[in-house]
Every structure is written in C-alpha cells, then in structure tokens.
C-alpha cells in the first residue's frame, strides 16, 4: 500500500521534485538564517566567555552590553575585592579605537588589555604565544583582524600595527571568539593597553571576579549592587543581557522577516502542489476507493507521500545548510557560524509538521470524492 | 439466489424544479452463471442503476440484495470490505494507474486486501497469462494497445474471484476486433456457476455474449429477452 503511493508519486516526477525542492528550500532559508541569527546573537557574548576565569562582571549601571561599556572609577576593583564571597577582582580594560598598519590600511579595533601578573582573560593562541604579549609594545590578534587589517598575508612575526601613535609588534594570532562588531580583536598587557590608553581618565570598563568555593553567586551579585549603586552580573548573565540588547535594537527582524518566508513559500508551494497532485490523480484515488480502500487506508498512503516529501526535502535543505555553514566558517568573519541541533529540529518539525498538516488538507479532497464518479468518461 | 436482486429501486437528482428522477420503481434481476447485459439509450440511468447495485450511490427508496445480502443493512465500512471482497470492475476508460506496471495494476485489489506485494503481483501475473497478455506484465499501461489495456483492467476484475463482475461499456473504446476478443475473455473466464456478470453496453455488435438482455428507457426496465431474440430485431 505505502509502495503504492510512494509509486503514485514517483511517477508524477515533476510535482515530487517541486514538493521536495519547496520543502528543501524551506528548510535551508529557515536554518540558515536562524543559526546565522543564533550565531550572531551569540558572538555579542563571545568576549564574556573568553574571560573563562571570571564568574562575576561588575559594570556601571548604563552599561547595557559588552560592547558599549561606561568605565568605573580606579577603586572600584578594591572595592569589589572587599565583598564576602569575591575570591578575587580585577580591572578589565576594553577600548574600541583606530589602528592602522604599515600598509596605510585602517580599522576600528576592540583593544583588550590582560593584566599581566594574573593572565586573566589571556587568549588562546592558533599562533605564537600568548605569553609575549607582555612584551613591551606587543600585540596579538585575531585571524578576523587578520583578514581584515593584512588582507591576503599569512602572518610572519614583525608584522607591525600602529595604535594611538605607537607602533607595536604582532607576536601571534590568537583564537579570540569571533565579536558580534566584527572589529579586530587584538590584545595586548594591561599596562600596554592603559598606556594607549591614557587620554581616557578612568582604565577600568569593567571588574571581572571570582567567586569563592561555596559562595552564592545570586547573593554576591545582589550585595554589590545594592551597596555600590553598580551593575553585577554572572557571565550568563551579562551575556544574557548582551543578546538581549542587541535583540532590542531590531537585529533579528531581518531574520525574522526571512525565516517567515521561507517557511510561508516552502510551505505554500508545497500545498498547493499536494493540491494540484491530487487532483490530476482524482481519478485514480475514486478507482482506488472503488476498487475497496478504505479512508484510513488511503489516507495512509497519503502520509507515506507527504513524509517522504518532508524527509527528503529536509535532508536536502539540512545538507545544504550544514555545507553552507560549514564553508562559511573557513572565512574569518564567519568563524563562530554554527548550526545548532535545537535550530535543526525546531525548523524541520515545524516545517514536516505543517507541511503533512497541508497534505491532510489535500487529502480532504480524496474524501469528498465520489466513488460514482468512476463510470463517467 | 439471484446474484443482483433489485427491488422498485427509485433515484432522483437536485432538488425543487432542478429534479431529475433518473430511477422509478425498477425491479432488475442478475443471476449466477450468466451474463447479463444492462442496455439503453444514454440517459436511461443505467450507470446509475450499476452505481447504486455496486454499493457507490445510495437509492431514494428500494432494496439492493447481493447474493442474499441486503445492502441497506450494512455499514458504510461494511459496503466498502463487501465490495472489495465481492465485486470486480471493468470500465470503459479502463481506470488503470498510470505509476503502476501492467501487474501491479491488475493486483489492487489484493493490495487493497492487505495481501504480500509480491504474492500480490506473482498472482495478477499468473492471470495476465491467462489472459493471453502475460509477456506485457511489466509493461506500463501507456505501452499497451486499448485491447490490452482492457485485458489488464479484466484481469484487475477477476484477481480476487469476486462472485459479481460489473463492466461499464467495457468495448466502447476498442475497434470491433479489440473489444470481440475483450468479450471472448470475459465470457470465457468471468462467466462462473458461482458468479454473475453485469454489462452495460451500447455496443450491439456484442449482444450475443449475454444471456439475457435488460433494456433501460427513461429510468424503467422496458422489457427483458434473450440475445437471440434482441439480435432478430437487427
């Protein structure tokens, strides 16, 4: 029975590849956009977690996201330090600013500084060490500011990038998380970082901190903030709060807008091809019924088609994502693309759920056919 | 027993001014062992009268018994197992799915009883042979000539020994030739002691393959004769 309908299918070739071409188009245009959405949304958080040993940020109370961060005052770290439940504190420096190469090319930046006696926030390298960044007048950076800054250079030791009027040396590319800005990440020590940037009065953007064993984040977190007016907040939840600025300033609503055609189109060719299949096969469903099949017989045969439309289309969709994303993320500026499984089985059961759902719509038509009907010509 | 017993079957169509009675009253009998044929001018109601025998169309009033069983007493699932089990069909447009080999068309009703696929197509085949059209089994239906096709579509009829076979102007799309060898078959493997078959048809060319003829006019059974007395009249 199900050979049967999977035959009756096949056999109208046109009408299945459109069936299978809709819902894989749907499933690509769907996952695709929704893991570029999470991707990106994700990367507003990218700096957070790099800084892997800090459980806690302490921020002013207008900073509302990594990347637009009002500095604290120079004590603010000692004051921190002096909570119960705060293991340790200190200061993290981040500027966005100029930086230009010897080759004239030039970019906004986000300079983070890694202070030196703890190697708090110190990246991990593709390249080099991340020890000589303590060098004076060095700097590492990451394989987007690479691309974006050196375009077509691999990098050789000695590369030179000028920031604030001074030349520092680039010592190795590390595997800085990719930022939702997409500005070059280059760091370098906490002093180098406060010497580039001493125009600036205060050097402390935010306090990173660690809990002690057996403290309670929700209580620390609670007791700074009450007692110093600040922002403190758990990584998870600063970059909670990241995402959720970004989502606020209507960045998902492109995505949103695509995801929602993608489905509306997959979905609605597929319908409507269901429709169109089932009515050229009218005929052929009233001999069936004639012939003795049951309703839930052929409306089993129909599931068969429309699954198999589904599993197909899906597979070809989800394959193309998955080769799409994966040759995204060879260039630099995709490198946190990821395809994240709640993505794929969120969209594929949305987008098999209604599509059957429009196959029972179909099959509504098969049930008012009239098995008399077969005797006329 | 009559295989077909239908008793002052009555059926309209629309409603108000639009009605149309198509059926008054008809009282039509087909037994087991023959042939019988159902013919008229068109717009006489015999395909209503075959639809409404076969179980596919309701009556307004009257009684439809095959093989002793009244069809008013069984469910709408019932009528549909009832048929699969005991009638056969031919049409005139032969009705063969067009996805299907020659086989597989002439084993649905056996896919339509649940039966293995292979069992399935193994006895359609056997049949096709039978038939004189076994070497096309795996052809598709649009490769075959209409006499063919017809042969598939009898095959489809009789693969599961149904005790009633009805066929629907089973040789107005053959050439004389075509639908005469159509009829040999159908006289020679569907007429059974067991079984009755019921043909509408124009086509006077073939009245001589029946044992009786019913004549249908304006919804009545006029008169009912033997072919030899039907073929004197031409």
Redesign the interface.
């Known amino acids: ?1 199900i ?2 309908a999977i ?2 299918l ?3 070739g046109a009408k299945f590849l459109t069936m299978v071409l809709a819902v894989a188009l749907a499933a690509f245009l769907t996952q695709n956009q929704a893991s570029f959405l999470v991707a990106f949304l994700s990367m507003t958080g990218s700096q957070i977690r790099d800084v892997r040993e800090a459980d806690l940020w302490v921020m002013e109370p207008d900073t509302e996201c990594f990347d637009q961060a009002k500095p604290l005052k120079e004590t603010a770290v000692q004051t921190v330090r002096g909570f119960p439940g705060v293991e340790w504190a200190l200061p993290f420096l981040k500027v966005d600013t100029n930086a230009r190469t010897e080759s004239g090319k030039l970019s906004v930046i986000t300079l983070i500084g890694v202070p030196e006696e703890s190697r708090v926030g110190e990246p991990i390298m593709q390249i080099g060490d991340a020890t000589e960044i303590y060098q004076r007048d060095s700097a590492v950076i990451d394989p987007g500011g690479m691309s974006l800054l050196y375009p077509g250079q691999n990098f050789r030791p000695g590369m030179k990038i000028r920031i604030h009027d001074e030349w520092l040396t680039l010592r190795g590319v590390s595997m800085a998380s990719p930022p939702f800005t997409g500005f070059p990440i280059v760091h370098v020590s906490h002093a180098t970082a406060m010497r580039l940037n001493r125009a600036e009065t205060r050097n402390t953007t935010f306090v990173v901190a660690r809990l002690a064993a057996g403290a309670n984040a929700a209580k620390v977190t609670k007791e700074i903030a009450q007692s110093t007016g600040w922002k403190a907040l758990t990584r998870e939840q600063f970059e909670a709060a990241s995402w959720k600025f970004y989502s606020d300033q209507g960045v998902p609503n492109l995505f949103y807008i695509t995801i929602t055609v993608g489905l509306i189109v997959g979905i609605a060719f597929t319908g409507q091809t269901f429709l169109m299949f089932v009515k050229e096969n009218a ?2 469903f009233t ?8 309703h839930p ?1 052929l409306a089993v045969m129909m599931f068969a088609q429309a699954s198999l439309v589904v599993v197909l289309g899906l597979s070809i969709g989800t394959a193309m994502v998955v080769a799409t994303t994966e040759l995204a993320k060879t260039l630099p500026f995709f490198r946190g693309l990821y395809l994240p499984w709640e993505v794929t089985l969120t969209c594929c059961s949305i987008i098999g759920c209604v599509t059957v759902m429009a196959a029972g719509m179909s099959f509504y038509k098969v049930l008012k056919l ?3 009907d ?2 006329r ?1 | 027993m009559n295989a077909v017993d239908c008793q002052k079957i009555e059926k309209s169509f629309g409603q108000g001014e639009t009605q149309t009675k198509v059926l008054r009253g008809i009282d039509f009998t087909a037994a087991q062992g023959e042939m019988t044929f159902l013919v008229g001018p068109s717009g006489c109601g015999k395909t209503t009268l075959i639809s409404i025998i076969a179980g596919l169309l309701g009556s307004d009033s009257g009684s439809v018994s095959l093989f002793g069983e009244s069809l008013s007493s069984l469910s709408a699932r019932d009528q549909i197992l009832f048929r699969r089990r005991h009638l056969g069909f031919v049409f005139q447009q032969y009705n063969l799915l067009p996805a299907l080999t020659a086989a597989e068309n002439a084993a649905v009703p056996l896919f339509a009883a649940g039966m293995n696929r292979k069992l399935a197509v193994k006895k359609a085949t056997d049949l096709l042979g039978a038939l004189g059209i076994g070497h096309r089994a795996d052809a598709s239906p649009r490769l075959l000539s209409g006499g063919q096709q017809q042969r598939v579509a009898l095959a489809r009829a009789l693969v599961h020994e149904p005790r009633l076979i009805i066929c629907d102007e089973p040789t107005a799309a053959l050439d004389h030739k075509s639908g005469e060898s159509v009829m040999e078959l159908l006289s020679s493997s569907a007429v059974h002691p067991d079984r009755a078959v019921v043909v509408v048809t124009h086509d006077n060319r073939v009245f001589h393959f029946a044992h009786r003829i019913a004549h249908m006019d304006d919804g009545v059974i006029t008169h009912t004769e033997s072919p030899t007395t039907q073929l004197s009249h031409h």
């Open positions: 029975m050979a049967l035959q009756m096949r056999h109208d005929r052929a001999t069936l019924k004639v012939l003795g099949f049951t017989q009239q098995p008399a077969v005797f010509a």
